[in-house]
């Protein structure tokens, strides 16, 4: 039994329950693909741990943080598509949140010259994209809102709280 291979809290195996936001096929792709995205992270992190690129330990930390928390996220995400698991939406909401917040951090903290040109293609080519995809599959996973009564005649029924209550679905 593997980690993809659990069964579900409800009892009923997860090969059978049918996801309503994507296919099989979309499914398996983006789900290897967050994992992949987050493993291709650890050989960064060492080259980040080891204070090559960046001026002091802190800063290395720093930058390590961040990219383990990625890394987690990235992969955390994957593995709960990949088991159809509608928790997915908050993995994949945290992880875009992290996306974009390197995105930022490396373009507003590179030099000009090539430290810019890299950072600027590292968020168009890899960051920006994921965290894009990541807010896509939190929107489809999020539950869809129930349907507002309405009469005969079309109008919304009033709401039985009164009228100083919140507005009713």
Do not use: Q
């Not at 741990?49 to 994957?78: C, K, P, Q």
């Not at 917040?101 to 090539?114: E, I, L, M, V, Y």
């Not at 807010?135 to 009469?151: C, D, F, K, S, W």
Request: contains cysteine; glycine residues 8%; positive net charge.
């Amino acid at each position: 039994m593997t980690v993809l291979d659990l069964p579900s809290r409800s009892g009923v195996p997860r090969s059978s329950v049918r996801d309503p936001v994507m296919d099989e096929r979309n499914r398996a792709r983006i789900g290897y693909g967050l994992v992949v995205c987050g493993l291709a992270l650890l050989p960064w992190l060492v080259v980040l741990a080891t204070g090559v690129l960046v001026d002091s330990a802190r800063e290395s930390l720093t930058w390590v943080g961040l990219d383990s928390l990625e890394a987690v996220g990235l992969v955390t995400t994957g593995l709960l598509v990949l088991r159809r698991d509608p928790r997915r939406t908050l993995g994949a909401s945290a992880t875009a949140a992290l996306l974009l917040a390197d995105a930022w951090f490396d373009t507003t903290t590179a030099t000009s010259g090539t430290d810019l040109i890299s950072a600027l293609a590292m968020a168009v080519g890899v960051e920006l994209p994921l965290a894009a995809l990541c807010v896509i599959l939190t929107i489809r996973g999020l539950p869809a809102a129930p349907a507002r009564a309405r009469t005969k005649s079309g109008r919304r029924r009033p709401c039985p709280h009164g009228a100083d209550a919140p507005p009713c679905g």
